[in-house]
């Protein structure tokens, strides 16, 4: 299949690779020209840019930083026509970035105007899943997009999930962070208190993994040093999923609360802790590393 | 073995039938006489006062509501003394209720002035895992008690944990239940986020469950009526682990915060949520109703 | 001077009639027929759109809902051009919306490209402070500006501050909504811990009102009725600053926190504890009712 | 008057000193020879013991860390009996310490049993107030013994309330110290939000100050460096009231919510913030360097 692949980061670039491996005609583009050399080594095609890499793609997929940038791409900016309106065909359209639900809604209904296809398919299972080729994708869009980006999609990942309507990939997505954010930071905190009246971490962390604080975190990334050995806590809470990254998808909850007032205290303690926590410095660590606001004073 | 049980509460009177049905010699006492008269049916004997249910015993095991019922049983209180000066022989000691950990180690720490061995082995599980032999128990106290101990927890039942040395079961049950009122709170949450979002609850439940929001809740005890067809939910909220337990369980987790100089955010909100739940007049539905209150003013 | 008015809402409306009062030849516009009328009767010439009514005006008084509004008026929507584009002299704007900074700023910078000087002018005061002509008007923009709005803004208004370049007058207003939101449910829960502890609110508001708890919602505005006989607690929380003017004023500070990256705890905490109280159907209460939030299952 | 003294810490030093200086005739105890020494240079006689100090004493007053020490001088500990039972007359008793209530209300049960009256009058204004002698005394107790103490309290302070029973002046004292850590709490937050956007804080401080915003901290003891001249906050966050103390009261907030099964979103939020501020190094500093925690990354 010819497929056109927009935005070569941490994640683009494995995720470009694994469609190349697959044995796709891959064309890709990036504003980075390092990104595009590597993409090339793999076998991919390069273009000078998103319009070009689009031309006769029968699937166009892109994974870009933020919403502005989806907004950017698509609909234009300033210097520059949206690419929606300089395609020759019709592909299928899959963004698989995290972007507020409100503006994959804004370009999925643009798209529909043109007679188009868009999905949102963000992603969950960062760079090590992107490279592995175990990503998880959550889908918004109608059915018979879904159905045809389902291939493509699982060249890429393991799980792919259909949440709804446009839009749906993005608000499930960003419920599913919040979640994690509260699993690891409630596990953390738990872990603490334990430990400051007298547990072993690892004892605490078994008892509540086999009961009923059994969660994600417990069973596969667990944020005490040393319990879990492939875990980032047991390696300086170094690679992994940011704090940065993890600040930003709370903003989107934020966002999403705001707009359909909600009350999420839950979230919102969350969010204020990841945020605190960065800004004492460790916004490039591994997420998990909130341990370490529960461990001050510690010696 | 000849087992004195003490307690015939809506737990007590559970675990003590399935220590005669293991084939124990179970001599019980509880202030309420019809309490009594069910085990006797079971084929307990009874006993009139707590010292004569333990006259010749091996074992006693209490399960009583509170720290006070506990100190008050074992150190004695105004009209009466306390078992541990009433005692034969010197029976192991084992006391099931959830209590505060300093309550459990003053009590150990006299037990063992008195050359008697005395574990906190707080349960969960709930009714339903009484009545099915199924309960966690989660234990605190000396190596060798612990062994000596485990055939009898095991008569009542399915995982027998040794958390460390005395306190140390009661300090792990309380993280444990203060994580899980994290987990479910921030499951209603995320649920109702979604759902407020246009999602599909039961769509969205599968995709964190899949997903790094994965947890007891979502596994087991889905709090949103219809997702899960044997969770208290889609009963009405009826049955369960009631409101006024959890929010009981998260004021131990406090005093135990209060004591270790401890921040405990998320705890804190999810304690302050279950109280404001109690306060609208749900302390007697099951804990995950807190779904209900993250669907106030919905039709 | 000749003054143009846009937006004559339940602010607008007496902010515009004491301008005529003043002596001041006012010019109103609004989409809502029947409040022009009022004007008309106060004294007031009507124009049948914003431009006309801004034709030969020496300043631009606009009073409007959200940001959105703000946007849409100055720089236009599909179906108009912005007022911004279609003045034919060089008059003073003061917008006194409450509205995000990033909007003003946006709306600033617009003018300011076109030769035009543009206030944020948020009030506070409410309702009440508008017909008494006793507003506070926090001001965001130039000194010149500043210099040449102060005499308008008085003649609606009793203090006026100037709280920095474009936008400031917005961050002031909603960073000193947000705090005003943590002394009204901060004095809410004090007042309810000390009454379910026995004491008399009217007792434990002097004290705290005369130490270092002292505050303006113990000043002025106690939220336990009776305690106060002006107050809203003591007229059924009606009237005063409504619930869902206040949420409204907590969205725009969590969206400042969003953009700059703060941690914001305790306007988290209260803007969840707003948003659920409007969600159980008291939006249309003043903001005071959240007493009532913390006296759930009184009799 | 001959008044018995008894705990000369920092507070309770220069407390029994202005009594010596209004002409009392006070003895004094403390089991720190030096603080001792102090009073007998300003004038006290000295005793060797606390029911020595007391013998003949028509007023007792205590000024002691916590209620283990009150209940321990008062009821009795292990190797001595208690003040009540070692008394010769029937003294007025004035416990100027912060302790739980239900602690406060055992001694003054005791107390009453024997004939004697106990008044709890918890005391702010802090080392600062203690010596100018403008002492708050917050006291529970009947209104008989609240007359007689009055003189004696007004020797050292300036504001004396009668806040209800026994136990009121406790309960009052800690919901003024939690609503005292909201509005700091609070003020900081609005002051950190309003200068990463751009805001001067002294500008900002005296706009809230004059608005809705207006609080005892704005008033008189802003949190941020350099807008008040003689607040801790200019002088490097030294002296004051510590966020050690803060915190001791926090945690009888929690307490006595827990035991009054009362909601405190708020008051959790400020406790949590303190205990994380003392964890990371700061208890020795005044409660205004919460300030520092929301300008954690500032260079």
Redesign the interface.
């Known amino acids: 299949m010819k497929i056109a692949f927009i935005g070569l980061g941490n994640m683009g670039t494995p995720m470009a690779t694994n469609l190349v491996n697959a044995g796709h005609q891959v064309v890709v583009f990036d504003l980075v020209e390092s990104a595009i050399q590597t993409l090339k080594t793999a076998g991919a095609q390069s273009a000078s840019s998103a319009a070009e890499a689009a031309r006769g793609a029968e699937v166009i997929v892109s994974m870009l930083p933020a919403g502005a940038h989806v907004k950017g791409l698509y609909l234009g900016q300033e210097n520059q026509p949206g690419l929606l309106d300089a395609l020759d065909g019709k592909p299928l359209i899959i963004d698989a970035s995290t972007i507020a ?1 409100e503006d994959a809604r804004l370009v999925a209904e643009t798209a529909r105007e043109r007679g188009l296809s868009y999905l949102d398919a963000p992603v ?1 299972g960062g760079v090590g899943g992107a490279k592995a080729g175990t990503l ?1 994708f ?1 889908v918004g869009g109608d059915e018979a997009g879904f159905e045809q980006a389902k291939p493509v999609l699982e060249a890429m990942g393991k ?1 792919v ?5 446009s ?2 990939g993005q ?2 997505k960003i ?6 954010s ?2 690891m ?3 953390a ?6 430990v ?5 971490p690892a ?2 962390s ?3 993994k ?7 975190a417990l ?1 596969v ?1 667990n944020p005490w040093p040393g319990v879990m050995e492939n875990a980032p806590a047991s390696n300086d809470y170094q690679g992994g999923f940011l704090v940065d990254l993890m ?1 930003k998808d709370l ?1 989107l ?6 707009e ?14 990841y ?2 926590h ?4 460790n916004g490039r660590l591994d997420f998990s590393s909130i341990q370490r ?2 461990r ?2 510690e010696e």
């Open positions: 639900p969950s998880t959550i799980n999930f259909h949440a709804g309507e839009g749906a608000v499930a419920c599913n962070n919040m979640l994690l509260i699993l930071s409630g596990t905190e738990a872990l603490a208190l334990g400051k009246n007298g547990l072993d004892v605490l078994e008892i509540m086999q009961s009923s604080g059994g969660n994600w069973n990334y600040t903003g909850a934020w966002q999403m609360a705001l359909s007032k909600a009350a999420v205290p839950m979230g919102s303690q969350a969010r204020n802790l945020v605190q960065a800004a004492q410095g606001f529960y001050a004073g």
